[in-house]
């Protein structure tokens, strides 16, 4: 019930494609889903999160949609660029006392020139 | 304004020795936690810490320990280590134990031999 499941393990996609990363989650206690981007060597960075009472969130090219009865989430990359080859991940937390990430296995992203 | 800084980059050790990692919290931030990277997986939550103590613990044997200073940094234990425990360690700080957002340092690279 703690896991987070995400897919696809990895995706290529042309410049200015729109790759699309999808997550699902079991336990109904999440309240609270944020997606982080790493590049190696380095630790993953917040990019966007979304709470389950919003359907769809956008930062920039980035573009959280929250689909709270199927208990999925996805991330959408427009117009994506060389420079977001990296790994993503989401991940889950339960608001409210200790908080622990609950994360995925990750997607790497490869966007081609 | 610095972010979360750890220390060392890489560790080389061998079977059965014992390692110390350190993190300093981002400016602020009083709550540290501590997650495992395989290669190729998600991060694993080990603990957190907050007033000086261990509020959470993930699904990691006692080898695993820590602690956590009055200035808020804090350092992870691990001893007799193991080959399985070659991984990045990542260290995250927050603000407040009921914060969500966790701002993530570049990670501890160890190779147990």
């Known amino acids: 019930q703690q896991q987070v499941k995400q897919s696809p393990q990895s995706l290529i996609v042309q410049k200015g494609g729109i790759p699309i990363i999808n997550c699902a989650y079991e336990?109904?206690?999440?309240?609270?889903f944020p997606w982080y981007q790493q590049f190696p060597g380095k630790g993953p960075a917040l990019l966007i999160a979304?709470?389950?009472?919003?359907s769809e969130k956008k930062e920039g090219r980035f573009t959280i949609s929250f689909n709270k009865s199927a208990k999925q989430f996805s991330l959408h990359i427009m117009d994506s660029q060389p420079g977001d080859s990296a790994t993503y991940f989401c991940?889950?937390?339960?608001?409210?006392?200790?908080?622990?990430?609950?994360f995925g296995a990750g997607t790497r992203l490869a966007v081609h020139p | 304004d610095a972010g979360v800084t750890q220390s060392p980059t890489h560790l080389i050790k061998t079977r059965g020795q014992q390692v110390t990692l350190r993190c300093s919290p981002k400016?602020?931030?009083?709550?540290v936690s501590w997650y495992q990277q395989a290669l190729g997986q998600g991060p694993q939550f080990i603990f957190q810490?907050?007033?000086?103590?261990?509020?959470q613990r993930g699904n990691f044997p006692d080898r695993f320990s820590g602690h956590q200073f009055p200035n808020y940094s804090s350092e992870l234990n691990v001893n007799a280590l193991l080959l399985g425990d070659s991984a990045l360690y990542l260290c995250?700080?927050?603000?407040?134990?009921?914060?969500?957002?966790?701002?993530f340092g570049a990670g501890t690279r160890l190779s147990v031999l």
């Open positions: 995250a700080s927050s603000l407040g134990f009921l914060q969500n957002i966790q701002y």
């Open positions: 336990n109904t206690a999440f309240d609270y």
């Open positions: 979304i709470r389950p009472d919003v």
């Open positions: 991940a889950a937390i339960i608001s409210g006392g200790y908080n622990k990430l609950i």
């Open positions: 400016s602020g931030h009083d709550t």
């Open positions: 810490y907050y007033e000086e103590e261990e509020r």
